[in-house]
């Protein structure tokens, strides 16, 4: 028995990826990161900032994502996110932007406990990508 | 009569006008093309959007705790209308047609005694409705600089009313657009978006039952402001394949009766021509007949 599933990776402005010989995929779920083989429960949950890896058979695929979720059923794994950047892609000097922007709003008195812990989770781990 | 002169100058002016509106439906229709990809690929993410919620408000066991977005705050009293069209004209019926269908509604709710908030998403349905409902727009919102509709617009939208809704200003919120259907037809579209109507939701299809990590509140919570920037999102989408459709025909209807125009133009500006060549005859030959 095959041990692949499918994945779909969708911002609102076009279907983003989407791969049919997955095996493994590790999300960075809200409440820790989040390994989904082939069978999984179904489950819905929202991500927070970090890196998304996607294994297949023919290697890995790194990517760093803000926000979303993400529901997994059938051997389906749907990723709907408004910001997602292919690591390999992804430039220097865009990963500098990303981070004086997110120190920007990190610097705000205002903001509330929860997108505090966002923010902080944000710049760790784009400081870790620098 | 107008004069030879007259005619002829008439006559060059409507086809520079038809030469300007070929251009315009030729431009249109490239822009058409591209919008409509565009719709298109962002259909699976509202569509996706839509099921998981779906899945989750049924997934609510305690109809009281559910979040205010979703269930709406239990009033009717204030109704706060997103009125999305374009920033440019000459799109036919284009912003009249949605301009129509939120006034119809717009007096309904005054007629019921409701109060009534406006926000204009676009700058002609601001010039259209200001005259009548000015001091019901609260807000007027225009993307006249950004060449597409984007993701990032509709946030700001998005964000402008939750932050309303979290103030208590307005109990419901609708959203007017234009669907596109095809390149001739665009249906105005009135679409509510808090609270959300989950009764459409096709019970078969929902039996599956899901884990929720954290639990169904919470996600709930972090999903229906995302969800509110995305049916908006969807509308400008919509919208602005609606304004090029729109744009294309009703340039191609006046480079038409443009075309029209110069040949009866034509027509007349040679019979008298020729009416003047045969007065000038006449005249020759009934001089030179009375010598």
């Known amino acids: 028995m095959s041990e692949e599933f499918k994945v779909e990776i969708v911002n609102p402005e076009a279907s983003f990826l989407s791969k049919e010989d997955v095996t493994e995929v590790i999300v960075p779920a809200f409440e820790g990161e989040m390994g989904i083989l082939k069978d999984h429960i179904s489950i819905i949950s929202f991500l927070k900032p970090g890196i998304l890896i996607i294994y297949t058979k023919s290697g890995e695929h790194k990517f760093y994502v803000e926000d979303g979720i993400f529901e997994f059923k059938n051997n389906n794994l749907s990723v709907l996110t408004s910001s997602i950047f292919d690591l390999k892609k992804i430039e220097k000097s865009m990963l500098m932007n990303l981070i004086k922007l997110a120190e920007e709003e990190a610097s705000k008195e205002d903001i509330d406990d929860q997108s505090r812990f966002l923010i902080d989770q944000k710049i760790e781990v784009l400081k870790s990508l620098n | ?291």
């Open chain 2, 1 to 291: 009569m107008a004069s030879l002169d007259d005619l002829k100058k008439r006559i060059t002016s409507v086809k520079s006008t038809q030469k300007i509106t070929k251009a315009m439906k030729m431009v249109a229709a490239a822009k058409l093309k591209r919008a409509q990809e565009s719709a298109e690929k962002g259909r699976p993410y509202s569509e996706k959007m839509n099921n998981v919620i779906l899945n989750l408000s049924n997934g609510i066991s305690d109809k009281e705790t559910a979040p205010k977005l979703l269930s709406g705050t239990g009033k009717d009293k204030i109704h706060l209308c997103v009125v999305m069209t374009s920033d440019r004209g000459l799109c036919g019926g284009f912003n009249s047609n949605i301009i129509k269908k939120a006034k119809n509604y717009f007096g309904e709710i005054l007629k019921e005694g409701k109060e009534l908030k406006i926000i204009t998403v676009g700058s002609k349905g601001n010039d259209q409705l200001k005259r009548q409902y000015g001091n019901k727009i609260i807000e007027n919102v225009s993307f006249k600089n950004s060449k597409n509709a984007n993701y990032f617009d509709a946030e700001k939208v998005g964000r402008i009313i939750i932050e309303k809704f979290e103030k208590e200003e307005f109990d419901i919120c609708t959203i007017f657009y234009n669907q596109f259907k095809n390149v001739i037809t665009q249906i105005p579209q009135a679409q509510k978006i808090i609270p959300l109507n989950t009764e459409s939701a096709d019970k078969n299809e929902l039996e599956d039952s899901y884990e929720f990590e954290p639990d169904e509140d919470e996600i709930l919570n972090n999903l229906l402001p995302k969800n509110i920037s995305t049916q908006i999102f969807k509308a400008m989408l919509e919208n602005s394949a609606s304004e090029q459709g729109a744009r294309m025909s009703a340039m191609d209807n006046a480079t038409r009766n443009a075309g029209e125009m110069v040949d009866k133009l034509t027509i007349q500006y040679n019979r008298s021509r020729q009416a003047a060549i045969t007065k000038e005859l006449i005249e020759i030959i009934s001089g030179a007949e009375s010598l």
